[in-house]
């Protein structure tokens, strides 16, 4: 029997390094008999088989079937507190507090977490490393509820014992460093965390060496936070470095490599470099497709693809993409989990653009409620939720319901996240452009100078964030009549666009348009002197990119405001026009953008210098 007992043992090894290596099929298939060995040797009230339990219900749980893994997680904390296995209880606990983290159980799961807590506490003291983990993942939930005081508590208190146990240069301390990491990162604290990162990778890497598979998970939190930063090129860098360890390491169709792959998409897709985007995203998603049972990343990577759709103007592809991702996240966690949020303010921004804004409002009003269900309030996930749904008004011209989501907006996220946090840039620029629309100039002016100092603060004078705020600003001026003001504002915001984006991305080719009217709304026609083709051409696409938005202004401003004496008929028949011409501008405005830069490229250096000099 001691044979038998010593040969469970090493296939519970083997079951172990299976989860670790991502093999979950082959990985549940040994737990499966290790279990059924465990029982028919030494019965149901046994350590080895408590232990083979928990095993199996990890793997299940990785295959997406949770049912199941909660039924013999339950079973084995049942036999372990009936035989005293005190030493595999805090473990099974916190592997339930986690599956009910999951599925967005939150009251559950900080129960099952206190109880592990307790335990380890009791039976091996307060600062026994075994709570490590527990610490850990108690932190991740808090930080998944919003609470991200409660969770650094958690991660703070893990520290110390992780640095008297091992020292501050073993891999532990790392990883707690950059649990830390990703709590800034949820608050915006991006500078922070990507010190944090640092010191974490350079542990990785000094006690570990540079190619170990446990420097991937640092190594793709820090290309986020670049990408935050709009460091677009270290991000990619970051990503594909954590992807050549990867697929060493794990293989190139581990969950994890496909979780790489579809963030560097998304570091491209913020470039334009669509075509090379699209092919990392299909590979993303064939990844995680091929891993059993429903699975919220497929339906992740689903959303990622209708994401890229929708920046390319195939708005229609964007909205089928986006409705199938968001039913497989339906089937996954269920209809009421805040996961289901993010999916949702994509497909309302979709809606928007295809000219769908009853449905819209319909959508992200949903979104907002799941959450606000899910974590009260006052949880700074709300704020993208009430800034989608603001969005919404505020296109359809309700401007009075825009300003209440707005408002809501920014007292959610000055009061959790402080004033200078970027989230409040979002909608400080939304209030600059509802003000805007009003006629309300001065209070406009004031939103978008407070936006400019919050960017500035966040992410520095050399982000993509700036040179749209910079933007906004400039076409306020413009608007005024205050021309030289605003050819300062474009300026600078051509020249961080050019240096970040380059000089095909349509958000240059947006702003050198800007530049374009704001020249011939002064007769500055000598300034746009170029080769007599192209110069007509882009003269002529200008036009026609004005046009198109002055077109659609005016149909919006119809429907909205049309007065008491329309008929339904005329009301209904503006209505339906309105839709069509957003349609038709979401697209046109696409292609000119990707003309206008193509046009740009064959510009002289000499005239792009002239176009931005000052008037005289």
């Known amino acids: ?9 090493q296939k519970n090894a083997e079951v172990v390094e299976f989860h670790q290596r991502g093999d979950y099929e082959n990985g549940a298939r040994l737990a499966a008999v290790t279990c059924e060995l465990a029982k028919r040797y030494f019965g149901e009230n046994d350590s080895e088989y408590v232990t083979s339990l928990c095993n199996f219900a990890t793997l299940l749980q990785s295959t997406g079937q949770v049912d199941e893994a909660e039924r013999l997680y339950r079973l084995a904390l049942a036999i372990g507190q009936r035989i005293q296995v005190k ?21 559950e799961a900080e129960q099952a977490f206190q109880q592990a807590l307790q335990l380890v506490e009791d039976t091996l003291g307060p600062n026994h490393p075994d709570l490590v983990v527990i610490l850990k993942h108690a932190g991740e939930l808090q930080h998944h509820q919003g609470r ?30 950059s649990s830390l990491g990703v709590l800034n990162r949820a608050q915006g604290l991006y500078r922070e965390a990507d ?50 360890i990867a697929e060493a390491a794990l293989g190139s169709e581990h969950f994890d490599t496909g979780r790489i792959l579809n963030e560097l998409a998304a570091s491209l897709r913020a470039q334009s470099r669509f075509t090379e985007a699209e092919p990392l995203v299909s590979r993303a998603l064939a990844i995680s497709e091929g891993i059993p049972g429903e699975n919220l990343e497929v339906s992740r990577q689903f959303m990622t693809l209708a994401g890229l759709r929708s920046e390319q103007g195939r708005y229609s592809e964007a909205e089928e993409l986006s409705r199938h991702a968001l039913a497989m996240g339906e089937a996954t966690v269920g209809p009421e989990h805040p996961e289901l949020s993010e999916h949702l303010g994509i497909l309302t921004s979709i809606l928007v653009a295809r000219g769908k804004y009853s449905e819209a409002e319909a959508v992200a009003r949903r979104a907002l409620d799941i959450r606000q269900k899910a974590l009260g309030l006052e949880h700074p996930a709300l704020v993208d939720d009430q800034l989608s749904l603001g969005t919404v008004y505020h296109t359809c011209g309700n401007y009075r319901a825009a300003e209440a989501h707005y408002h809501q907006a ?53 982000h993509n964030e700036m040179a749209q705020t910079l933007a ?66 882009y003269a002529n696409l200008c036009l026609v990119w004005n046009t198109l938005t002055q077109r659609r202004q005016s149909i919006t401003s119809r429907v909205f405001f049309t007065g008491k004496g329309s008929t339904m008929r005329q009301k209904r028949r503006s209505a339906k026009l309105s839709i069509y011409v957003n349609k038709r501008w979401g697209r046109n405005i696409l292609m000119l953008a990707e003309i206008i830069t193509i046009l740009h490229s064959f510009i002289p250096t000499r005239a792009i210098t002239m176009m931005r000099g000052h008037s005289t």
């Open 195 to 244: 010190v944090l990162y640092r010191d974490a990778l350079r542990i990785f890497e000094r006690s570990l060496g540079p190619q170990d598979p446990q420097l991937v998970p640092t190594l793709y939190n820090l290309g986020k936070v670049q990408h935050h930063l709009g460091q677009y090129d270290e991000a990619e860098e970051l990503y594909r470095r954590a992807l050549i």
């Open 148 to 177: 991200y005081g409660k969770a650094e508590e958690f991660y703070r208190r893990a520290l110390p014992i992780v640095e008297a146990t091992f020292g501050s240069r073993h891999p532990e301390f790392a990883a707690v460093l």
């Open 1 to 9: 029997m001691k044979r038998i007992r010593i040969f469970i043992k």
């Open 87 to 107: 030493r595999m209880l805090p473990i099974i606990l916190n592997n339930l507090a986690g599956l009910f983290r999951d599925q967005g159980r939150y009251e």
């Open 410 to 462: 920014l007292a959610i996220s000055e009061k959790k996240l402080g004033a200078e946090h970027p989230d409040n840039a979002a909608v400080l620029n939304n209030f600059g452009g509802l003000r805007l629309a009003q006629g309300r100039y001065a209070e406009a002016e004031r939103f978008y100078e407070r936006a400019l100092a919050v960017v500035e603060v966040a992410f520095g004078p050399e």
């Open 472 to 537: 906004n600003l400039a076409g306020l001026f413009r608007e005024q009549g205050r021309y030289r003001r605003a050819e300062e504002l474009y300026s600078r915001a051509l020249e961080i666009r050019q240096r970040i984006l380059g000089n095909r991305h349509p958000s240059t080719a947006i702003t050198l348009n800007n530049i374009a009217l704001l020249y011939r709304e002064q007769a500055r026609y000598s300034e746009l002197r170029i080769y007599t083709t192209v110069r007509s051409t």
